[in-house]
């Protein structure tokens, strides 16, 4: 089946330790993007790349950083110097392509829930 | 930069019955897509209607639909036939269109509803 594997699920990190999720898609899908949930409130956007090496910072790209070498890979690394990384990461994909039902919409992970000890 | 605003933080429903979810978005933009999107206690980010803002028609599927107003830039959500499982977050996106535009989604704060037997 089509779809997009985060992982770890869970992961706990030690201050000042650099840490890296994992998000791999075999979608074909062009663009991915890396969106950080926190309680009760709605996703922020860290970064996102619409093409094999090229991204662009989102909202709150400060204290993380990603790369795109594989069409279906998207790792995002949270560096020590993110002052809160405890929260919720969610990685998505989406296709390129005309106004059709299935174009332009985000399929996302099951997320990855990031513990800082 | 585009906005969603979700003014209702929580809602509930009793069950069959109809309940509607507001969201308004600020853009400059003529054409975009709007997008509400379902998260259950699980977790996982799920699709459920999107709308071209070029389309006058309102897009429905199934129990769900929206009422989209372009001019007053407003896109709620009905839930007709409430069931148990609709309960979970929803949120709300705006997404630019077109290839040569940054396409990243932008999620209003979401709205918690509970469907009660």
């Known amino acids: 089946d089509g779809g997009i594997t985060q992982s770890p699920k869970y992961l706990f990190r030690k201050e000042g330790q650099n840490v890296t999720l994992s998000c791999e898609q075999n979608?074909?899908?062009?663009?991915m993007y890396w969106y950080r949930q926190d309680p009760g409130q709605g996703l922020r956007l860290i970064y996102y790349s619409q093409i094999v090496n090229d991204f662009q910072k989102g909202d709150i790209a400060e204290g993380y950083s990603v790369s795109r070498e594989k069409k279906e890979s998207f790792p995002l690394t949270v560096t020590s110097a993110q002052k809160n990384p405890t929260a919720f990461y969610l990685c998505a994909s989406r296709s390129r392509g005309s106004s059709s039902s299935g174009a332009n919409v985000l399929t996302f992970g099951a997320g990855s829930r990031l513990t800082v000890l | 930069a585009q906005t969603v605003t979700q003014s209702q933080p929580e809602m509930s429903v009793q069950e069959a019955e109809t309940v509607t979810l507001s969201c308004t978005y600020d853009t400059s933009e003529n054409n975009y897509y709007l997008f509400w999107y379902k998260q259950p206690p699980s977790r996982q980010m799920i699709l459920v209607i999107r709308q071209e803002a070029y389309k006058q028609q309102n897009a429905t599927e199934n129990r769900f639909s929206v009422n989209f107003q372009k001019a007053a830039k407003s896109f709620s959500l009905k839930i007709s036939d409430s069931q148990l499982g609709d309960t979970a977050m929803y949120f709300c996106a705006f997404m630019k269109h077109g290839i040569r535009n940054n396409n990243d989604m932008r999620f209003g704060a979401g709205t918690r509803l509970t469907v009660k037997p």
């Open positions: 979608l074909n899908h062009d663009a």
